[in-house]
């Protein structure tokens, strides 16, 4: 079972949706991030958080430490979000991220 | 957008021969790494650089070797490229140790090992 899970693994909506992506860790962490890669490859930081919620422009990602889970939200989604999130892991024992597989998301018009 | 840069963008080589591939920044960051992206595989890191001179190995290092002599310049090579380490690879900087902050990744590398 891999460290950091992602669901879905795939993901299609239509444009203006509210969408949810999932991640789920089972090792205890310092810093939880979330990064976009785009269709052309390139892979840009979204968000680092370590707990609470953090906001910028349409995404929301908030974490439970508890519970050992994050969410990034994607508000009234707009085609060019299209991209895969993924999420990676501080542990707290560890000196590296560890990466989930991502979530691959498709927003029609 | 961080100042990275990957060369080549684009490889295809034949099994059994030596490969390099170069990543330059140009903001600095001490915290340099080298990553490997395959399906049904997150970013799997390769090796890191804390240093000029300084690196350690990552969690798939076998096959790779790493040397960064500048700041500014970070090297990945792979002494006999085998068929398994065709992949795309990604440079990454940070000012911190990952994790602790963003990490500002280069454009990758696509290389084919036939």
């Known amino acids: 079972k891999n460290e950091v899970e992602q669901s879905p693994q795939n993901l299609t909506a239509q444009e203006g949706e509210f969408i949810t992506i999932n991640c789920s860790y089972s090792?205890?962490?310092?810093?939880l991030h979330w990064l976009q890669q785009h269709p052309g490859g390139g892979i840009v930081s979204l968000f680092m958080?370590?707990?609470g919620k953090k906001k910028h422009g349409r995404l929301i990602a908030t974490i439970n430490i508890q519970e050992k889970h994050s969410s990034l939200h994607i508000t009234a989604s707009h085609p060019r979000d299209s991209a895969v999130y993924i999420c990676?892991?501080?542990?707290?024992?560890?000196?590296?991220?560890?990466f989930g597989e991502g979530t691959q998301l498709t927003v029609n018009p | 957008d961080a100042g990275i840069t990957q060369s080549p963008r684009h490889k295809v080589t034949e099994t059994g021969t030596p490969v390099t591939l170069r990543c330059h920044q140009t903001?600095?960051?001490?915290?340099m790494y080298w990553y490997r992206q395959d399906p049904g595989h997150g970013l799997r890191l390769i090796h890191y650089?804390?240093?000029?001179?300084?690196?350690d190995k990552g969690e798939v290092s076998d096959g790779y070797s790493v040397s960064r002599s500048k700041t500014e310049d970070f090297l990945l090579t792979l002494e006999s490229a085998t068929s398994s380490q065709t992949s795309v690879y990604f440079c990454?900087?940070?000012?911190?140790?990952?994790?602790?902050?963003?990490?500002?990744f280069g454009p990758g590398t696509r290389l084919t090992v036939l």
């Open positions: 990454a900087i940070s000012e911190r140790l990952a994790g602790y902050n963003e990490q500002f």
């Open positions: 090792v205890g962490i310092s810093a």
């Open positions: 958080l370590s707990s």
């Open positions: 990676a892991v501080l542990q707290t024992s560890g000196s590296r991220l560890t």
């Open positions: 903001e600095n960051h001490r915290y």
């Open positions: 650089s804390y240093g000029v001179k300084d690196t």
